[in-house]
């Protein structure tokens, strides 16, 4: 089993920046990939930014350029620092997980709320 910590949420005014962190414990030695999804009201839940432990990494194209996704060290932290946030931008952010045997993980999610 993997658990997954979340932080750094928040409120943030359009065009501010805010960084995500995601702590992972647990069973982390079968872990291959990490990063970030998000829910709107409304929507489908999207992938955002994901990264292997080779450090290979993948974007949505619409957030291309204004977020940056990185492992720490011991490839079981990863972050995600979000700059030129958008309106649109807001949602639940989760942190996931994924094994060598594609087992999912999922964080509790963190709320992020781009509003003037």
């Known amino acids: 089993q993997v658990q997954l910590v979340e932080s750094g949420g928040g409120l943030v005014q359009p065009g501010g920046s805010l960084r995500l962190s995601c702590a992972a414990s647990?069973?982390?030695?079968?872990?291959?990939?990490m990063g970030w999804y998000r829910q709107a009201p409304g929507k489908q839940r999207e992938s955002v930014a994901t990264?292997?432990?080779?450090?290979?990494?993948t974007y949505a194209e619409s957030v291309k350029g204004r977020f940056t996704i990185s492992a720490g060290n011991a490839k079981t932290t990863v972050h995600l620092q979000m700059n030129s946030l958008k309106p649109e931008d807001t949602a639940v952010y989760y942190c996931?997980?994924?094994?060598?045997?594609?087992?999912?993980?999922w964080g509790q999610g963190t709320q992020v709320t781009v509003s003037s």
């Open positions: 647990g069973s982390t030695y079968g872990i291959e990939t």
């Open positions: 990264i292997t432990t080779g450090g290979s990494a």
């Open positions: 996931i997980a994924k094994t060598w045997v594609n087992r999912w993980y």
